[in-house]
């Protein structure tokens, strides 16, 4: 029997697993990093050990390490979440060889169905319908990139999370991204192999989940659909699907199970499907528990990690087919350190308020809480916000409702673009396909502005700096004032306002462009703010972080800084370095890890020529020269870590 589980992962799914394992009293360890000293999941573990090492392949992935931390421990099982080792057959076999328990399929099980090739084959066997499929090493699948049915998507054989995964529309594009694919799976997976399948450009993504036991039994716990993606990546998941009828549904799920029973499959999994042409193609099997399994739990009433370690306890599936009931709708939105309008690039920096809605309707799974640092060695997922209603409409209204709520201020994150999705017609109406956030990104950017909005984020910037206490204002933020008139210039995310204000007893007067305004203001807390704007009322929340003040209005979050903040450039000139800028420089695009330089001093560049790659998310960005030039400085080495906007690379024309 289970006694202590050392959790190999890290963030809200080993918060999960810590709760579930608590309720059974059953010990936990958690592990963490030395990029991540200060976090909620090793803190809320009965035990804590650290996981000693610098890169991915030097902790999450080794095998060894984790399982020589699981001796050190005394534990006696391990669980492995999703991703890094959770679908490594190796690891599986290994933990099996030192009489660790696994929770989780068997290594032999993984071997077969969470090898995407292999599991293919498996199903193509069992008579699963299955999409066309190209496999082999690079050469051989090179050499027939004239015979494939483009367009052509690119996954890794033993992963998930939409990494590794690229489009191909023609034959020229296959060799290079083919290799970008398995750079890709290999950081992420430890294994670098790949294969080719036929893209279906309108298509959906429903995925089954399944439970078996270690005496043949084998149960679906039904379907979620998971089609609103962004890079490969879900971000919106709901259950039950609300694109099939009765007769799909349990066609489809009947279909899991005939599959799972064929391969003696035992714990959770989720067979993934493709939805094309009201037909569905068997996509690939996870060999673990899933992001998303909070919607299944909300709709069947299950705790999926309990049965998890009732199964992994030897014990028998205490519920059958018939027990499993449809309860309403639940739908999950995944929260990230990004900014979608800049094609989804990775944020990071420490969240200094975290605020979600209260609700018993209302889940918030989250790795982070505030004052923790989200860095970019590992997937930005903030957390997961779920919602349970007895209709569809019902739960998307309430998720939009939740999100719009939701403050998480420190880094800029998808909180404004989900709530413009989940509130999209096509989505209220599910008239949507895989490719429906790329194709309609430019709109559910679109951001309606008007120089009032600034006004109000301005004026609520003011009311905070006059609600804060004297003592706690630093250098920057004092205000220069003549007379009992303030006079102050700000910079709302980058565009300068200028404003005068006079206080009075019970507000004060804002003088902006000649305009006056009488402001009234009332602090509900450390950060709602609610204000008086002659007459009309206006809700904002205002929060302070180390450099910035964060001002959230209307779901929109700016960031407000004085003119008197120090610049980079002043900040290095005071520490002593001295950087010559040529007639043009590079500045990092995001937070990351240099992954290769192309280019060295005195080289010249074309527009457009690859300078170098910077590893952010484990996802590879291309950095490109704007203009012809001669390289004069590069201020970087390969390895380091940059942060947005610190300066690379000089050049002269």
């Known amino acids: 029997m289970i006694t202590k589980i050392l959790i190999a992962n890290r963030g809200e799914i080993a918060r999960r697993i810590i709760k579930t394992a608590r309720k059974q009293g059953i010990l936990t360890v958690g592990i963490y990093t030395n990029d991540e000293p200060d976090n909620a999941w090793a803190d809320e573990a009965d035990e804590k050990v650290i996981l000693s090492g610098n890169s991915l392949s030097e902790t999450w992935l080794n095998a060894d390490k984790i399982i020589a931390l699981a001796h050190e421990t005394s534990s006696n099982a391990i669980h492995p979440g999703y991703g890094f080792l959770s679908e490594n057959a190796s690891f599986a076999r290994k933990c099996e060889e030192q009489k660790i328990i696994f929770i989780g399929p068997s290594a032999d099980t993984i071997e077969l169905m969470g090898n995407k090739t292999e599991a293919r084959r498996f199903a193509k066997n069992v008579g699963v319908p299955l999409a066309f499929a190209l496999e082999g090493n690079l ?378 305004f009488n402001v009234f203001y009332h602090s509900l807390n450390n950060s709602a703010i609610n204000l008086v704007i002659d007459g009309v009322k206006y809700k904002t929340v205002v929060t302070k972080g180390n450099d910035a003040f964060w001002v959230e209005y209307k779901n929109q979050l700016s960031v407000v800084r004085s003119q008197h903040l120090l610049s980079q450039a002043s900040l290095q000139k005071k520490a002593g370095i001295n950087r010559t800028v040529g007639d043009f420089e590079i500045k990092s695009p995001l937070h990351g890890k240099i992954a290769s330089i192309m280019v060295q001093p005195g080289q010249t560049v074309e527009q457009g020529t690859n300078i170098l790659t910077i590893d952010s998310m484990k996802t590879e960005n291309h950095i490109t020269s704007p203009a012809k030039g001669t390289v004069e400085t590069i201020w970087i080495e390969q390895d380091a870590l940059v942060k947005e906007n610190q300066l690379l690379m000089t050049f002269k024309n």
């Open 139 to 516: 050469k051989t699948l090179v050499e027939k990139a004239d015979t494939l049915p483009y367009p052509v998507i690119i996954k890794a054989n033993a992963g998930g999370g939409g990494k590794g995964m690229h489009i191909v529309y023609t034959a020229d594009e296959l060799k290079n991204k083919l290799e970008k694919a398995q750079r890709e799976a290999s950081a992420w997976f430890g294994i670098d192999t790949v294969y080719v399948e036929q893209y279906f450009e309108k298509a959906r993504h429903i995925e089954v989940q399944i439970f078996g036991d270690n005496y043949g039994n084998v149960i679906h716990l039904y379907e979620r659909e998971c089609t609103l993606q962004r890079n490969y990546q879900k971000i919106i998941e709901e259950a039950p699907s609300p694109t099939l009828t009765q007769q799909q549904r349990e066609t489809i799920c009947e279909t899991a199970v005939k599959l799972a029973k064929a391969a003696n499959y035992t714990n959770a999994g989720t067979i993934e499907f493709l939805w094309a042409n009201n037909e569905f193609y068997f996509l690939e099997m996870n060999t673990r528990i899933q992001v998303e399994h909070p919607v299944t739990e909300m709709i069947t009433g299950l705790d999926l990690v309990a049965l998890q370690l009732d199964v992994s306890n030897n014990l028998p599936l205490q519920i059958g087919q018939k027990d499993v009931k449809i309860n309403g709708v639940a739908v999950e939105a995944r929260i990230y350190a990004e900014k979608p309008e800049e094609n989804f690039k990775p944020t990071a920096g420490i969240l200094h308020h975290v605020k979600t809605l209260s609700h018993p309707l209302v889940r918030f799974d989250n790795t982070y809480e505030s004052g923790n640092e989200v860095v970019t060695n590992y997937d930005g997922m903030i957390g997961k916000l779920i919602v349970h209603q007895n209709q569809r409409s019902k739960a998307f209204h309430w998720l939009a409702q939740c999100l719009y709520e939701t403050q998480i201020h420190g880094v800029d994150t998808n909180l404004p673009f989900l709530y413009r999705l989940v509130t999209h017609s096509n989505v209220m109406s599910n008239t949507v396909y895989t490719r429906f956030i790329n194709n309609e990104l430019e709109q559910l950017n679109r951001v309606e502005s008007s120089d009032y909005s600034l006004i109000i984020i301005a004026i609520a910037y003011a009311a905070a700096i006059l609600n804060t206490k004297p003592e706690k204002k630093i250098t920057w933020l004092q205000y220069s004032s003549i007379l009992g008139v303030t006079k102050q210039t700000i910079l709302i995310n980058g565009t300068p306002i200028e404003y005068k204000l006079i206080t009075q007893p019970k507000g004060f007067q804002f003088l902006l462009n000649e305009k006056m």
